[in-house]
């Protein structure tokens, strides 16, 4: 129990301590009587927000090297360990916190080289206690008191293997030592195993148009893997079809759909669906629970038009959404939806994990944090970078463009915007029964719940997919929009009216 406590503090700590500046050192005294409580910072200036970052230019993630003082939060932010002090085997040692190293007596720090490490040292039983890294001339303060908590940073600018250990009096001795391992080469470079789970936005079925009500069978597989959350961070989702979200699924009203779902052999956890766009017990889910290398098959008519949500409805359902068990169905009005020139299909969700956003290694779960709401990571379609890096829309000056977004969550509202845009059309709340909304800056979108926007691109130029609680982007929420054209004319162009430069002019 206090060991969780202690990790949830650590956790905070890490936050609110986090300062990439070269080797520097912050206490949080926990005790009574501690030396240290007064060098307590509290940090107003790093709430100041970056406004450059919340819409990132398309490489802005080149720049991460720590020197400035500016305490700017990006997606490539440190290393982060957290050691705490206690007794094994008679010994005296330090425990890891968390992550890769959570429970493992004075474990191996693996970090690559060129990274922005930080440790957090938190007192477990009460004694004198510092972590010091002689060869980065690297150290915490002494931590005095249980519960005290020291922490420090450096730029592993040297390969190989380093000693920690503890400078207090015959600490070392008594088994206070362990290793530091800096890998040559940036992270990325090393983790490219993890499956890339993205859905790519332009991954959906075409129209359906006019055409009489049938019978449409729908394959759904239920996989668990390890896949990338960003550069160097993995995290084991739950999908439908191995990507996140689901396939998107696109019958019209009249519809049988005939889901077959198979829960795939290697999976741990049992697996169902809940097809908003159904009308029966659960959504469907009450005929689809199925234990690993099961399978299910349930019907249902798509009685009414509209996108909706589908999902996973295995308890805890707030767990299996999180991670990832989600897509849309679009069941189309008679006729289908006035032809646009491209589809989009684009959703948000949250991810809940033990360590801080933008650790490095594999993420752990933290159902408590799902429970309390407090999610580290924003994304839409599974993962940081998802659509600016790996898969951004791209579209063309002149074309119309519709985006089916929804919000698997499974916890908070979006107030999805896109940068530089108006929409034309908004099929409020999902509905395409009701006319569009016309003329509109940002749809509000909850969680289990969809919309379609649709608007004409006037002009050429980045545009940026967001949800309006710009917070978020920091936690990874982002997308752009690329459009290629003419970047300067009538409708928007640097410097006073009259003044149109030439088209494409470098600016
Ligand atoms: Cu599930």
Not at 9 to 28: K, R, V, Y
Not at 313 to 321: G, R, W, Y
Not at 384 to 403: C, D, F, M, N, Q
Request: charged residues 15%; proline residues 7%.
């Amino acid at each position: 129990m206090p060991a969780r406590l202690l990790a949830i503090m650590a956790a905070l700590l890490s936050i609110m301590l986090w300062s990439p500046t070269l080797a520097q050192t912050h206490n949080h005294g926990a005790g009574a009587g501690t030396a240290q409580a007064d060098t307590a910072q509290p940090q107003p200036a790093q709430s100041e927000p970056a406004p450059a970052q919340t819409t990132p230019a398309p490489d802005a993630d080149a720049s991460s090297g720590g020197s400035s003082a500016a305490p700017v939060v990006s997606y490539h932010s440190p290393t982060i360990f957290t050691l705490r002090t206690g007794i094994a085997g008679g010994r005296m040692v330090y425990l890891g916190v968390g992550g890769d190293i959570d429970g493992e007596i004075n474990p191996t720090l693996m970090v690559h080289e060129g990274e922005l490490v930080q440790i957090n040292l938190i007192n477990g039983e009460g004694a004198e206690h510092d972590v010091v890294i002689d060869q980065y001339a690297a150290r915490s303060s002494i931590v005095v008191g249980k519960n005290a908590s020291s922490t420090f940073s450096f730029i592993a600018t040297k390969v190989g293997e380093f000693a920690y250990f503890c400078s207090i009096a015959g600490h070392r001795e008594a088994g206070m030592e362990g290793l530091v391992h800096v890998m040559p080469g940036p992270r990325s470079e090393m983790d490219t195993n993890a499956a890339d789970i993205v859905r790519d936005p332009a991954d959906l079925p075409g129209p359906i148009g006019q055409r009489a009500p049938q019978v449409v069978r729908v394959d759904l597989e239920t996989v668990e893997l390890t896949g990338r959350l960003d550069d160097g961070t993995t995290y084991v989702y739950w999908t439908f079809n191995s990507k996140v979200p689901g396939p998107f699924l696109r019958v019209r009203v009249g519809d049988t759909v005939e889901v077959h779902i198979k829960n795939a052999a290697d999976s741990v956890m049992p697996h169902s669906v809940d097809f908003h766009a159904a009308t029966g017990p659960g959504g469907g889910a009450d005929f689809t629970q199925i234990a690993p290398g099961e399978e299910a098959v349930v019907t249902f008519q798509a009685l009414k038009p509209g996108i909706f949500v589908y999902h996973c409805a295995t308890p805890s359902v707030a767990h299996h959404i999180t991670s990832g068990m989600y897509g849309l169905i679009l069941v189309e009005p008679e006729g289908g939806l006035p032809q646009v020139d491209r589809e989009f299909y684009v959703m948000q969700g949250e991810i809940y994990t033990v360590e801080p956003f933008g650790t490095k290694g594999e993420m752990e779960m933290d159902y408590d944090k799902l429970l309390s709401e407090q999610p580290e990571y924003f994304l839409f379609n599974g993962s940081v970078g998802a659509l600016t890096k790996t898969h951004p829309l791209y579209a063309s000056a002149g074309e119309t463009v519709r985006i089916y977004f929804g919000v698997g969550g499974p916890n908070f509202t979006s107030s999805f915007h896109v940068i530089g845009e108006i929409f034309d059309h908004v099929y409020t709340l999902g509905s395409v029964t009701s006319p569009p909304l016309t003329g509109v800056q940002t749809v509000t979108v909850p969680p289990g719940g969809a919309t379609i926007v649709d608007f004409k691109i006037d002009r050429g130029g980045h545009y940026v997919l967001v949800d309006h609680a710009l917070s978020r982007a920091e936690r990874g929420l982002a997308g752009y929009l690329i459009v290629d054209g003419p970047e300067n004319d009538e409708i928007m162009h640097s410097g006073p009216a009259g003044s149109i430069p030439a088209p494409d002019s470098a600016e």
